[in-house]
Nanobody, 128 residues
């Protein structure tokens, strides 16, 4: 399993932006599919989006974030980013990144079953 570390969370006003990063300690994520998930207390975990390994297909996104969130890679650094724009109070949650052993995001990535390594999470709070 990879040791994943998320960073970049914080407090932001509605309509604002944040960028989260996901890195694997001592390893590159270029060859793994990487997903972003979020969970607010009392709610089920939600798959936010997923990006294939380097050179793979376009990222997949949940309908709730499509058009506002973007997942990308820095292949030189071997890291994955989640750019979040036009944030809403309902985006408030702990955000997690997770990596698969394989390199492709299935259509059911949101269930999380294919991901074997998970980060510790970073809090995102959208509030005025």
């Amino acid at each position: 399993q990879l040791q994943l570390v998320e960073s970049g969370g914080g407090l932001v006003q509605p309509g604002g932006s944040l960028t989260l990063s996901c890195a694997a300690s001592g390893f590159t994520l270029n060859y793994n599919a990487v997903g972003w998930f979020r969970q607010d207390p009392g709610k089920e975990r939600e798959g936010v989006g997923c990006i294939d390994r380097r050179g793979g297909g376009s990222p997949k996104y949940a309908d709730s974030v499509k058009g506002r969130f973007t997942i990308s890679r820095d292949t030189a650094e071997g890291t994955v980013y989640l750019q979040m724009n036009s944030l809403k109070p309902e985006d408030t949650a702990v955000y997690y990144c997770a990596a698969q052993i394989g390199g492709h995001c299935g259509t059911d990535y949101g269930a999380g079953h294919a991901f074997t390594s998970w980060g510790q999470g970073t809090q995102v709070t959208v509030s005025s």
